[in-house]
């Protein structure tokens, strides 16, 4: 099994800057991508961004393009997501998550393993 532990959430003001982190324990070897989704209060789990274990493929959800960054440091075993210019329609719960599938992808049924989440709130 994979664990995967999130951090950095916080409360910040719009327009704000905020990085997670996601570190991966266990069977590390079986992971070929990391993606990070949130969810925001009734709404479903949607994608917002993956990169490959290795680095090379990295993939964003339009409305994080430009804003958004996600990175990995391969030695601590840790995927982070550098959040700028932060929007009240970003406040959610991120969850990273890990993926065996052939490439970083948008889809939830491509990965396996899943963290707690760690809240984001963005204010007006």
């Known amino acids: 099994q994979v664990q995967l532990v999130e951090s950095g959430g916080g409360l910040v003001q719009a327009g704000g800057s905020l990085r997670l982190s996601c570190a991966a324990s266990?069977?590390?070897?079986?992971?070929?991508?990391i993606g990070w989704f949130r969810q925001a209060p009734g709404k479903e789990r949607e994608f917002v961004a993956a990169?490959?274990?290795?680095?090379?493929?990295?993939y964003y959800a339009d409305s994080v393009k430009g804003r958004f960054t996600i990175s990995g440091d391969s030695a601590k075993n840790t995927v982070y997501l550098q959040m700028n210019t932060l929007k009240p329609e970003d406040t959610a719960v991120y969850y990273c998550?890990?993926?065996?599938?052939?490439?970083?992808?948008?889809?939830?049924?491509?990965?396996?393993?899943w963290g707690q989440g760690t809240q984001v709130t963005v204010s007006s």
């Open positions: 998550a890990s993926s065996e599938f052939g490439y970083p992808t948008r889809y939830l049924r491509h990965y396996d393993y």
């Open positions: 990169i490959s274990w290795s680095g090379g493929s990295l």
């Open positions: 266990g069977r590390t070897f079986s992971i070929y991508a």
